[in-house]
């Protein structure tokens, strides 16, 4: 069974710092997608970022990027330039292609400091 | 784009009656609903998996006749807490998987249901 792992319960930043946080997983299918997810105060899940196995490139989305290791089965989301709004739990998530069902990791409670 | 809708966000119920919770994916056909359970200070738990016009498939532990599922269409789906009991006290969030091939393998999430049951 496959599984996620985000070694971090808990960080805190400075506003406009940069920040990573880290996720690795375990799967012995080569075809998968990864996601990060956010879950602020409101408990909303937002999708942040998401990435195909298959894609060598890293996933961007504006101040949100990926470091992406499929060897190493590491997915870290770096966020730039923080801001007060991205303090929220973060969830790292994986499923198979085809799959559907997501894993989920445990999360990590971010917290951006003004 | 991708825009899940649940209805009602806050319901308190007397024990022993019936709670329905609905839904929606309001931009975008779904071919998969799910339904999640998640506790205080912890991750999401998958309940079950519902497809339009068939039955849901439920997770080890999830008793279905407790948690009614029904996927009537490409856009609703709802999940119905029967006979509820304080215990069954949580926050509920539903996904969808949208039809776009681009997305696909994708969740996209209601902004959740807390049900309290007295």
């Known amino acids: 069974a496959q599984t996620v792992t985000q070694s971090q319960p808990e960080m805190s930043v400075q506003e406009a710092e940069t920040v990573t946080l880290s996720c690795t997983y375990d799967t012995s299918e080569s075809n998968y997608y990864l996601f990060w997810y956010k879950q602020p105060p409101s408990r909303q899940m937002i999708l942040v970022i998401r990435?195909?196995?298959?894609?060598?490139q890293n996933a961007t989305e504006n101040r949100f990027s990926v470091n992406f290791q499929k060897a190493a089965k590491s997915f870290s989301l770096k966020i730039s330039d923080s801001q007060l709004g991205d303090t929220a739990m973060y969830f790292c998530?994986?499923?198979?292609?085809?799959?559907?069902?997501?894993?989920f990791g445990t999360g990590t409670r971010l917290t951006i400091i003004p | 784009g991708a825009v899940v809708s649940q209805h009602p966000s806050r319901v308190i119920c007397k024990s022993g009656t019936s709670v329905k919770i609905e839904c929606r994916s309001l931009?975008?056909?779904?071919?998969?609903m799910f339904w999640y359970r998640q506790f205080p200070k912890q991750s999401l738990m998958l309940m079950a998996t519902?497809?339009?016009?068939?039955?849901?498939?439920?997770e080890q532990g999830v008793e279905k006749d407790k948690f009614l599922i029904n996927h009537a269409s490409l856009t609703l789906s709802t999940l119905t807490v029967t006979s509820a009991h304080p215990e069954d006290s949580s926050f509920y969030i539903c996904?969808?998987?949208?039809?776009?091939?681009?997305?696909?393998?994708?969740?996209?999430f209601g902004p959740g249901t807390r049900l309290t049951v007295l």
């Open positions: 996904s969808a998987s949208p039809l776009l091939a681009e997305i696909t393998d994708t969740q996209y």
């Open positions: 990435q195909e196995a298959y894609k060598q």
């Open positions: 519902s497809n339009e016009g068939s039955k849901a498939t439920y």
């Open positions: 998530a994986f499923t198979h292609f085809g799959n559907e069902k997501l894993t």
């Open positions: 931009d975008f056909q779904a071919t998969t």
